[in-house]
């Protein structure tokens, strides 16, 4: 696993527990799929003039605590312990402020296309390992918690396959 620190983070509230982990899909530009744009949005540091969409979002103070690349490289921007800004205004079973219970996890795609097979797998491993030091108790969408205003990972993530695989044991 690879760390690049991302100064969009900051303490959790005290005493809450981790529970959640949140989807999300992402790609910079839209729709295009390797490069640093990722990385740099997620660490303030985008070139607004490198692409026109790049104007809309590089101001964004975001970050997730991983990204999982195509290829299935995952790549950690926040420890755990800390609270990463991915969910935004957010709600999930009448718990409001996603971000400070949950651990958000980007999967470097599109919400119209189907993820890799070496982004499933890394994902699983990911999860199984986070398992052993979280009390994780629920895997969302971002759109699941954030219902029309966000509709990553998409009709393409493979939720089924997800669930199937952490069933699974794996190969270590
Ligand atoms: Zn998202």
Redesign the pocket.
Known sequence: MRIVDSPNQDERPAGVEISLV?I???SLPPGEYGGEHIERLFTNRLDPAAHPYFREVHALRVSSHFLIRRDGEVVQFVPVARRAW?AGESSWRGRSRCNDFSVGI?LEGTDDAPFEDAQYEALAVLLMDLRKSVPLRAIAA?SDIAPGR?T?PGPRFDWPRLLADLARPLPL
């Open positions: 949140v999300h899909s992402i991915h980007e971002h966000k990553d």
